[in-house]
């Protein structure tokens, strides 16, 4: 569930369900889109309940749920988690692990001062020239000349610098020169004189393999069928990849090619600003570093956590502890004794393949080779643990369809035709796969018409 304010400043929930199908795949659906009063947890509680009644899903059958880190949302005492837990103990909360990542890069990026700094430049730019046609005309021009790549305000922003620093460099220089404006001139060579800088190329190239690698894990946490044990396993190896990248070595080879970039760009490497290599590498690269390190364990560690560890185990046939049986067949209500009896048959089964084999091509191969009616339990623990949100971007997703729904032109429709527009538009798979005769006969038989459809 998420809320995001459409074009008339009504604010609008999103409700996805997230379960495993009959042919054990899974799948994320949106079953409601609703406007709301006011954002208070008992009222976006009641929002949701009253979607889930009416496609009649049983809140009994509910395992889990996942939202962002707003505190009306998972706040631990009045949240709509914790409100919900109330009706359903069951059903786990988790903090959107996308939702957790982009937290601690932005955290990581604010905990040093210069760091904070380069960002800042980093935005002066985009807003200097993109708020102004003319100089981005310039600077388009400029581009053409070196035959670099275009810049778009799409490109990630460390990227777009990286790409078209000599661009932006002659683009402000062009600026300066062409101007007649006191303001933009002024403007123009204090970005100058900020980017021109040892200082700021090497936080340009010290930052962006670690960003890139955080955007493509970031990416991946947002695949509508991924499971926690595959998101958690990547999460970890991010981390293990940070704390790679924190040695002397790396350090010093990021110094390397950031002096030979400055070379390249005819920035002078050995101003007066230019910091010490020692102190840049201890208080602002490993802090960095050591930031996100910590801020990974401390936000991906959640309540589910144990949960997701020993659904791993069972995913590689290493057997739980005794504790763990228990708690996971406490949370998938199944007998603990059944459930481990089974997990002993399914590890010495050689017709399911112990080499990285993955949630969901486990749930397809216990059905297609009928061992679903085998090891029920497991089964029943595989599904309702696949059933288990990672993210809620699928709401976020569904909201990317609210601005071409409900725009500007067309912000007087009914709530209504809104909501049907949006199942239609974001359910287009199953829309598709309906029988559009049946359709337009129901539509016939709904009330009476003058037009003869032929039904």
Request: glycine share 2%.
């Given at each position: 569930m998420d809320e995001a304010t459409d074009v008339t400043h009504h604010e609008q929930a999103a409700i996805i369900v997230r379960y495993v199908d009959k042919d054990m795949t899974i799948q994320e659906r949106l079953i409601w889109v609703t406007?709301?009063?006011?954002?208070?947890?008992?009222?976006?509680?009641?929002?949701?309940l009253g979607a889930l009644k009416m496609v009649e899903i049983d809140t009994s059958k509910i395992v889990s749920q996942c939202y962002d880190g707003a505190a009306n949302m998972s706040g631990g005492i009045s949240g709509v988690q914790s409100r919900l837990k109330e009706i359903q103990p069951s059903a786990i909360y988790m903090h959107c692990f996308g939702h957790c990542l982009n937290l601690v890069i932005a955290d990581a990026m604010a905990e040093v001062q210069s760091t904070r700094n380069f960002f800042g430049s980093v935005q002066s730019i985009y807003n200097f020239i993109e708020s102004s046609p003319h100089r981005h005309a310039i600077l388009e021009s400029v581009m053409k000349r070196l035959l670099t790549d275009k810049w778009t305000c799409r490109a990630e922003a460390v990227n777009s610098i990286v790409e078209n620093l000599q661009s932006i460099l002659q683009a402000l220089e062009e600026i300066t020169e062409r101007?007649?404006?006191?303001?933009?001139?002024?403007?123009?060579?204090?970005?100058?004189?900020?980017?021109?800088?040892?200082?700021f190329v090497l936080h340009m190239v010290a930052l962006q393999p670690m960003l890139n690698k955080c955007k493509i894990v970031s990416n991946f946490?947002?695949?509508?069928?991924?499971?926690?044990?595959?998101?958690?396993?990547?999460?970890?190896?991010?981390?293990?990849?940070?704390?790679?990248?924190r040695s002397d070595e790396e350090a010093s080879a990021i110094f390397s090619r950031a002096k030979t970039l400055c070379d390249g760009l005819c920035i002078d490497a050995d101003?007066?600003?230019?910091?010490?290599k020692e102190e840049w590498k201890v208080r602002s690269y490993f802090q960095v570093i050591d930031k996100a390190v910590a801020d990974i364990d401390r936000r991906f560690n959640?309540?589910?956590?144990?949960?997701?560890?020993?659904?791993?185990?069972i995913l590689r046939k290493e057997k739980p502890s005794d504790d763990e049986f228990n708690k996971i067949a406490a949370q998938f209500d199944v007998p603990p004794a059944e459930l481990k009896t089974e997990f002993e048959l399914y590890a010495t089964d050689e017709g399911i393949s112990q080499a990285n084999i993955s949630l969901p091509g486990l749930l397809k191969h216990l059905q297609t080779s009928g061992r679903d009616n085998v090891y029920k339990c497991l089964a029943k623990v595989l599904i309702g643990f696949a059933s288990m949100p990672v993210t809620s971007s699928s709401a976020e997703r569904a909201f990317s369809k609210m601005g071409i729904i409900k725009s500007k032109l067309r912000s007087t429709m009914t709530q209504t035709r809104f909501i049907s527009l949006m199942l239609l538009s974001?359910?287009?798979?199953?829309?598709?796969?309906?029988?559009?005769?049946?359709?337009?006969?129901?539509?016939?038989e709904k009330t009476h018409r003058r037009l003869d459809f032929g039904f």
């Open positions: 406007a709301v009063e006011n954002t208070t947890a008992e009222n976006l509680l009641q929002t949701l101007t007649t404006r006191p303001r933009v001139m002024a403007e123009a060579q204090a970005l100058l004189k900020n980017i021109s800088t040892f200082e946490l947002q695949s509508e069928d991924l499971d926690l044990v595959t998101a958690l396993e990547t999460v970890a190896s991010l981390k293990e990849n940070l704390l790679q990248m101003i007066p600003r230019r910091p010490r959640q309540e589910a956590t144990d949960i997701i560890r020993t659904c791993g185990k974001v359910e287009r798979e199953l829309v598709s796969t309906m029988d559009t005769d049946e359709v337009l006969k129901l539509f016939c």
